[in-house]
C-alpha cells in the first residue's frame, strides 16, 4: 500500500538580482538632461570608452526604469524659456517638436467672479467693483498693463512636456549607449546604512493587498554603483530616502499644487496663434491660477493649479476647472472648442526650501524632487533640465577619473556644480517668494513681487505650516454662504449617497450648473476616458493605503476624496475612503491633501507607494 | 522536437485608447497629429510574438526575429515597452507603418527582406504574425509576404499551435460560431495568422530587457530606409469607428439590467 502525499506549497519564485553601473529612478526632464549628457560622451568615439564595472568587457551599463507606461505619459504642459535645454540642443528647431512653438504674446489677466460665487476677500471685492465702474474690464477679466520681467517668458517656448520629452527619449535612445524602461515602477532604493546600493522594482502578479497571485514575480533587485534619483515630488524612492535620512536644515516640503488641464482642439477660426500665453488669476478662486497656452495647429492647453494654501477641505480640481474653462475671458475662444487630453500632477512648491539631500554614498538627486523648481518664476523644466545635465557633467569626470561615487566625491563633481549654477542663484532669490500666500492672495502676491524685485533680500517670511494643518474646516469655508446646520445636513446626505461633498456644496454655494457639451465640458469620468485614457495593468497591488483605518473615519474632512483628480479615491464602507486603482493618474494629490498626520511625524495616514499604469497621453 | 526558426511580421499602430481622426495629408490619407499619438505594436502582431517566444521557450524553436516595417523612432519608442516582455532580435526596416499604405508594397518590402535575411532556412522557417491588424491596413500583408515567398501552407485565425512528437503541426484556427477548425500541417515552412491565442501578456522582465537592448539598439540604428506607397490607389473616404462614451457610475446593478441597457445601446444604431 502505498500513501498518497498532498502536494507541498509551490515554492515561490525567487527574486532576481541585476547588476548595472548607473540605475535612474523616473524618466522626466531632469532625467532626460543626465541621460542626454552622459549618452553623448558615451557615444564619442574620438574619446576612451567608460567601461563597465558591473558587466567587465561591457560598456558602462545605464538603465531608466519610468513608471508609466511609456515616456511622456503623466506629464504636464508648459512654457520655459528653455535656456538649458537650449544649451543642450543649440540647433533646437521647434518645429521638430509636437506642440512646441516660440513664444509669442504673454499676458497676464485679472479674471473677475462673473458668476459671484467665488470666495473673495473684502479687497478683491472691491478690486472688482473699481475695475467694472471704471470699464476696465473686457470679458469679465482686466489684462495687468505691467508685469515684473522676472515673470516673463520672453524667448521662451510653449511645450507639451510629453511630446517634448518623447522626443528627448528618442535623441537618448538613438544614442544606442542607455536604455529606458517604461512601464517599469520602482518599488524602493535598496539601503544600506546611509547609501543607496540600487534599487528594488515592484512585485508583479500580486492582489490589491499585494499579494502573490497568478504569474507572481517578485520584483527584481537591479544593484547600481550610482542610483540617480529622479521620480518627482511624489516619487516612492524620493520620499523613502526624505524619511530615511531626514531633511538638511530647516528644509520640509509644506507648499504643494495640483495641476490639472485639457488639451483642446481649437476651432477653425479661432483667433489665437501658436505661441500665445495667457497666465491668470482672480477666478474660480482667487487662490486658484490658471493658464492658457496655444500650441501648433489650433491646439491649446488650458488648466488651473489648486495650492496646498487653499484651506478648502472641498478643494475640487475638476469642478473648478469646468467653470475656469467657462470664464467669458477664456471662452469666447473655448466654446467651440473639443477635448483632446486631459491630465493632472503634483507640482513641489516648496522650491529651494524643498531641497533634501542631494547626494549621499552611491546616489544622487535631480529634478522637481531635488527642490529645483524656481516657485518665484513658476519654473520648473528647464531648472529640472539643468540639474540632470549637471549631474551628468559631473558623473563623466568622476568616470573619467575612475572615481567612486562616494558622497564626498558626488559633492565635488555635482552639488559643486549646482551650487555655482543659475539654478541655484535664481533658487536663492526665490527661496520666500511665496510666503505671503499664506495669508491671503494680495499678500503673496505683493510678497513675490517683493522678494523678485529685491532680488530675495526681502519678503513676508512666514515659514508655511504643514499642508495637513493648513486645511480649514468646510463650515468655515462656507461661513455666510451656506449656515452650519444645512452644511451638516449636506454631509449626511452626500455619505448617505456614497458621493463627495464638493458639487452639493458648491450647487448651494451658487456654483452654476455644468452644462455638458460632449466636447470641453464632460463629465469627470468622461475626461478620464476620453481625455486621459487611463490605464492600470492588472498583477499590481493598490499604490494608495490608508494607513490606520480609525484615523480616516474620524477625519471630518476627507479632502483626498474631494481633491482626486480622477475620482479614484470614493467614499467607502464605514467612513473609510475606497481607492480604485483603474481610475488613478497617480497625480499625487491625496498625498498631500490628508490632513490627518501621524502623531510626532511629517506623515500623513496615507501612503502613496509605487503603482504602474495611470495616463495614457503623451500630449500633456 | 524540432528547432523552428520563427518571423515574426508585425509593426506599430497608433495606442487604441487614442481619439484617430482621419484626413487628407500632402501624402495622402493620414490621422490628424498622427506623429503626437502614442504607439504599440500592433496587438495581433503582439499575440503572435508571445506565442512564438513561448515556443521557444518550450525548446521547439530556436529564436525569434522580429520583422517591423515603420518609422524609426516611433519603432525604437514601442521597442522600449516590448523589449521587456519575452526576448527577440529584430529586424527594422524604417518605413511607414500607415494602414494606408498598400498592401502589396508593403508585403513586398517585407518579404525581400525575409529572403534576404542571413542564415534563412526554410525548411524550419514558420511566419508568424497578426490575422488582422489594428491599424489601417487591410488584413492581408501577411498572407501576400508568404505567397511571395512560396509558402503555400497558410493558417489564419490561429488560436493553438502544438508540435507534435514527429515534428507536425496542430493547428486550431478559429471558424463561425465559437468552434475552431484543427489542421494537421507536416511541417514548416508554414504561415500563421494569429488570432489573440492563449497566453497572457508576459511580465516585464528588466533581464530580458536588457539582454534584448543589446541587439535591439544596433539592429534600430541599422534599420535600412524602405520606402512603401500607397501603389497608386485612390481612397474615396476613410471612416474610422466613431466614438459613444455616456458614463455613469451605478453601483449594485444586476447583471439583467446591465444585459437590457446593453441590448438598447446596440439597439440605437
Redesign the interface.
Known sequence: MTEKTAPGPIAPPSR?S?D?DIACVGFGPATAGFLTTLSRRLADASRPPLPSLASPGLPL?V?C?ERA?????GVSGVVTRARAIRAAFPDLDPAQI??AAPVREEKVLYLVDPVGASRRSVTLRAADRTLRAFHGVDHDSFELPWTPEFLHKTEGIVF?IG?LM?WM??QV??Q?TV??????PVAEALIEGQAVRGVR?LD??VDRQGRPGA?Y?PG?D?HAALTVVADGPVGAVGRQLDQTLGMPGRNARREWAVGMKLVVDLPEDTPLSAGTVLHTFGFPEPEIFGFLYVHP?R?ASVGIFVPSWFDSPTRTSYRYLQHYVQHPALWRYLQSARL?SWGAKSLLESGRRGEPFLVGDGFARIGEGSGSTNVLTSSGVDEAFATGVQLGEGVIELLEAQRPFTRPNLETAYVTRRRQSWVEQEGRVSERARDGFQRGVVTGLVGMALSGLTGGRASLGHEPPHPADQVGSVETFYAGKIPAAEVARIRADCEKR?VPLHDALMDRAGWPPIPMDGQVLV?Q??AL??GG?V?APP?YADHVVFLDPELCRACGKRVCVEICSA?AIRPGDAGTPAFDREKCVHCGACLWSCPTRLSGTERVNLEFRAGAGGL????N | MPAYQILVLGSIVPDPLQTLEPLTTPQGPGLKNEAMLPHVLDPWAAHALYEAASLVAKGAASKVTLVALGPKAKLQQVMMAVGQKVPFELLALDGPASGFTDAHEVSARLSEAVARLPGLDRSALLLFGGWESASRGAGVTLQMVGEQLGIYDQFFGVDELTVEPDGALRILERVEGGKHQVSRCAGPPAVLGWATGNLPEPRNNPQVGMANMRALLPALQKASPTPAGIGGVRFESVVVPRVTRETRIVKDQSVDEIARELVEWIRKD
Open positions: 532576481q541585476l548595472v551599463q538603465v526604469y507606461d511609456d515616456a511622456g505619459f509636437p506642440m507639451s511630446q518623447q527619449a528618442g535612445m538613438a544606442g536604455q529606458i524602461w517604461p512601464g517599469t522594482l508583479q502578479g504569474g514575480l527584481m537591479v495647429d491646439v483632446r456614497g463629465s469620468q468622461d476616458l476620453l485614457k490605464q498583477g475620482e495614457h497621453s503623451a500630449e
